[in-house]
Each structure stands twice: as C-alpha cells, then as structure tokens.
C-alpha cells in the first residue's frame, strides 16, 4: 500500500509538470506572438504617418514648404515628427515636433537609395522615414518616431503567468484526484490478492499438518485421500489466479448440475452424505463449478459434522450440516475460507452464494446459479 500511494503521489507529480512545461510554453509563445503583433501594428501606423506627411510636405521654386505640417492630423497624431532638408553638407534639420526621431544619415541615405519609405531603428525606437520630392531629386525626408510601447503587452503577459499558475494548480488538485481514480482499482487488486495469498495460506496449512500426522502413522487410505484434497485446492487456486490474471477464460457450456453434483459427492468418498437431486440445466465451467460444490461438502464434513445432505433444484446448490451452526464450527477455525471461491465462483456465473443457519440446527449453504 506504501508503495502504491508513492507511487500516486509521483504520478501528481508527473501530471503537473508536464501540465505546466505545456502551459509555460503556451504563455511564451502567446507573449512573443502579441509582442511582435503590437511591433507590427506600429511599424504600420508610423509607415502610414511618414507617408501622409511626405505628401503634405512640397518644394516650390527650390524651397520647401513645411506650413501643412502645422495642419495635419497626422502631425498631432505623430510621436515625433522631424523633416530633415539636403544641403550643400549634407542633411539638415528644418522641422521638429514631439519625440525626437533619431535621424542618422544611414536612414537619410537609404531613403535616397530606395527611392521608398524605409524603417530603422531598434524596437524601443522605431524610425519611418519617407521622400520628398523636389522635381527630378530627392529634396527632404520626412522622420516619424514611433510612441513610447503601452503597457498593453506587459499586462497580457502578466495576466498569462496569473492564469498559468492557477491552472497549473487546478491541474495539480486535478491530477491527485484523478490518480486517486486510476489507482483505486489497483488498491483493490492488491487487497484482493492478498486475501487469495491469505485464503491460500489457510486452505494448505491445515491438510499439510494433517498430511504430516497421518505420514507418522503410515495410513495410505489417508494419507491418498489428503493428496487429493491438496490437489483438489491447488487446482482450484490455481484456476481462479489464473482467470483473475486474464490468462484463462471461463467457459460457458451446458451442463446438468445434479450429475456434476453428484460426481463430486462420489470423488470425495465421504461418508455421512445423502444427495437429492432433481434435473437442473444450467450454463458454467465445469472445472470452477466442481470446484465451488466440493468446498461446499468439503466445509461442510469439516467444520460441520453430523450428516451433511446435499440437495440441488431450481438451480440452486444446498449443503446443509449438522454442525453447531454458524459461526460455531466443530474445527474451531471458522466456517472454512474455502467459501470464498464459491463466492467467486458464483459471482463468476451471474449467481450468489449464501450462508444461514439451517432449520434443525447446523449451517446452510447455498451456491445459486441461473437455470436454463
């Protein structure tokens, strides 16, 4: 059990670190897709601004007219606008408002090589910087400056982290519930497997000791009835582990169960049990049904005593002993752990097994199983 709940609380474990591997990558990259999204959107609007301005910017008669500038929206609109002028020594400032571009001659320069709005700059200070025209040559750039970067993004990726962190501990609460799903059929398997080792430890300590005794004395006729006994059990152990491992199937044939009955009556060579048995067709396993009717009998001569009468009709299996009753076995160990597998058995086959005291004393034991 130890070792099953380390191994759940691993299983947490693995759940939420993949769980927030995936999630950290998710937040990763939605932030660097939003990043170059916001960079694209003003790579764009101080393009279209750069644009506007070039065009409300003319030359007449060799001089540059700026008076637009003062009336366009787009100037408002602008975080920094500058228009730079060709001179006889190269570029010179005629016109700044807001945000000081960075205007270095690279910008100017290709500018005039591409004949073309350009950009330039880092992404903390973007730079579009577009032509104006003076007849024939390129006479003035006009320089907009991006906005300084809104706090948009910042707060998206901060809401990410938020977001990915509590997922990442609904997905830990989430994952120990779920391993404590996943592992409760193995919980059950192993309690179940350690009441058969058990149950198997119990069925064989006592006929070994018996065997033992009996191998002292040198009586053959017991000691080759104890043989079969242990083989009986061996078997039938070994059959149920067996089907429970998925290793053998049941099977399903008709058979007359007053016949197997009494077969199994005549194996045992008991004394003291009387069989009444009507015809019953029922649908099983032979081998696991033969199995369940001789613990009955089998529990029955030991823990019981008296004269065991074993009576079959309507599909049910009745062993009824002349014992103290139940609870109060001749043994003193009980009413034989062998009743399990006949609890086994007829869950196996859609049917049930039951225990009461018997009308005239004794106990009442009953395999019932669906008739055709």
Known sequence: ????RRLRWQLTALFTLTTAVCLAVLAILAGVIDQRSREDAADAEINRQATGLSRAVYFQN????????EEDYL?????????????????????ERGRKPVADPATT????????????????????????????????????????????????VRWLWIGCSALVLVAAAAGHLL?????????RTLAEQEQFLAEAAHELRTPLATLRLVADSRDPAEVRRLVDRLGHLVTGLLTRARVRGGTQEIERTPLRLDQLVE???DELQAGGVTVMAEPVVVHGDPELLAQAVRNLVDNALRHGGGEVVVSVRDGVVSVVDGGPGLGRSRSGTGNGIGLAIVRWVAGLHGGSAVLADGERGGVRAELRLPSS
């Open 62 to 69: 060799g001089a540059l007219h700026l008076e637009p500038l």
């Open 1 to 4: 059990m130890r070792r099953l």
């Open 75 to 95: 100037t408002r609109e602008a975080a920094g606008v500058q228009v730079v002028a060709r001179v006889e020594r190269g570029w010179e400032v005629r016109y």
């Open 109 to 156: 320069d290709r500018v005039v090589s591409t004949e073309d709005v350009v950009l330039a700059g880092g992404p903390g200070d973007r730079v579009a910087a577009a032509p104006v025209w003076d007849e024939s040559r390129i006479g003035a750039v006009v320089l907009v400056s991006a906005g300084p970067p809104g706090e948009g993004h910042a707060v998206l």
């Open 179 to 187: 391993s404590k799903l996943s592992m409760r059929p193995a919980v």
């Open 263 to 265: 077969q199994v009556v």
